[in-house]
């Protein structure tokens, strides 16, 4: 169930790129009611008193600070508070207090992308909030999720939503098997290993400084000519004639 991925932090904020507005209230009693926490709902009403210069903001938190119980707190969708609320500063202040309130186990807040004024305003609350559920299209969504630490996971899931939940599946990633491809010796360096014909050939012509004898070709014999270079210092002396061989 979708509510048990965002039951953990204490601000959700659902980010609809849908315009799904309509169902933000029986959404949030849907997910509330998953966790058995039905009981536990308090709605903010952002109308303002008619006899009342100021906002509800102030009032709605004495109301909570006063509860006995651990509230589940639901406010309007963004374009509500928005309408009724225009002051962004006054919002954010307000939210950051429910945030800090022990009495308010969770605080919830629906916010629709379609609607441009609101660009701002989410920006700001999705720096606030602990948990930011994307619902992308009519079947896919993402949550990122900020833990105590400041480690941030962010996963990627199918939905199906019926009448009483939303039922979800987390999508996996899809890893691209590499081929092996067999190296040859002369690919692993810069140098050159293998010859060519032509080269074949020259390097077989090549005299070197020492050749065996005619004599001992055939028979496999270990004589050796060597012929010294012109600068070579060679003594003519036996070495080992001091060892009577």
């Not at 952002?46 to 006995?68: G, H, I, M, V």
């Not at 186990?105 to 701002?120: G, L, P, R």
Request: hydrophobic share 35%.
């Amino acid at each position: 169930m979708l509510s048990n991925l965002i039951s953990s932090q204490k601000f959700v904020l659902i980010v609809d790129s849908n315009g799904q507005e309509k169902i933000a209230l029986p959404t949030i009693n849907g997910f509330l009611k998953e966790q058995g926490q039905s009981d536990s709902i308090k709605l903010f009403n952002p109308k303002r008193d008619a006899n009342c210069e100021e906002n509800n903001y102030q009032t709605f938190l004495e109301d909570c600070c006063d509860s006995e119980n651990k509230l589940n707190v639901i406010l309007p969708p963004l374009s509500d508070l928005l309408l009724y609320n225009p002051k962004k500063s006054e919002l954010f202040q307000f939210i950051h207090q429910l945030k800090l309130n022990r009495n308010i186990k969770q605080i919830y807040v629906w916010a629709s992308k379609v609607h441009a004024f609101e660009t701002f305003t989410i920006a700001c609350l999705e720096y606030m909030a602990d948990h930011i559920l994307y619902i992308e299209t009519k079947d896919t969504l993402s949550i990122l999720t900020r833990k105590p630490g400041g480690a941030v996971t962010n996963k990627n899931y199918t939905f199906t939503r019926t009448k009483d939940s939303f039922q979800v599946e987390a999508i996996k990633k899809a890893i691209n098997k590499v081929e092996q491809v067999a190296v040859k010796p002369e690919q692993l360096g810069t140098f050159k290993i293998e010859l060519e014909e032509d080269e074949l050939i020259a390097r077989n012509a090549l005299k070197m400084p020492y050749e065996k004898t005619s004599e001992t070709e055939g028979s496999g014999g270990g004589n050796i000519i060597y012929t010294p270079d012109k600068d070579d210092d060679f003594d003519e002396e036996d070495p080992d004639d001091d060892l009577y061989i």
